[in-house]
């Protein structure tokens, strides 16, 4: 009876412990995605704001380059610039990725900001695509002119086959 009492017991407690997922595995940077950002493209409503983009994607292992174009900008915020010539390079973060497969095409958003006279200064946070399965880490910002802008930023990205095709 004693034994039937303790197995009734733990039977009954464990259910009730919790159960340690396992730890998941950190993204790690797969490669470079370089954009240019196209002057006198897209518009600006003070509060809102697009720009067009071309961006080149460097593996880090050596693959094939990827190409892409999209849209990028202020989805809601305030953005008052005079000149748009501007490129950004970013780290690529993933815990699962398979270059080629243009997996870095989809939208991206997240919270930035920047001051330029005639030089860029600014801060933007990480952006992550929508699924979460992709983050892109601002690590180089150029261009000239004079404004400001912040608020909630997206990166629009698809493949550009006109790029890679003269690429080759």
Not at 107 to 135: H, N, Q, W
């Amino acid at each position: 009876m004693l034994r039937f009492l303790i197995w009734m017991l733990l039977t009954i407690t464990s259910g009730c412990l919790p159960h340690a997922d396992p730890i998941p595995e950190p993204p790690k940077q797969v490669g470079t995605l370089n954009c240019r950002i196209l002057a006198h493209s897209g518009f600006n409503l003070l509060i809102h704001s697009t720009r067009d983009v071309l961006c080149t994607f460097t593996p880090t292992r050596g693959e094939a380059v990827e190409y892409y174009r999209g849209e990028t900008g202020i989805g809601f915020g305030l953005d008052v610039n005079l000149n748009r010539r501007s490129r950004i390079a970013y780290a690529v973060l993933a815990t699962d990725f398979r270059p080629g497969s243009h997996a870095l095409a989809g939208r991206y958003e997240g919270a930035g900001g920047g001051i330029t006279l005639g030089v860029t200064a600014g801060e933007s946070a990480p952006i992550r695509k929508a699924d979460g399965s992709i983050t892109l880490q601002p690590i180089q910002m150029r261009g000239g002119g004079a404004g400001a802008a912040a608020g909630l930023t997206y990166l629009y990205l698809e493949p550009d086959p006109e790029a890679s095709d003269s690429s080759k």
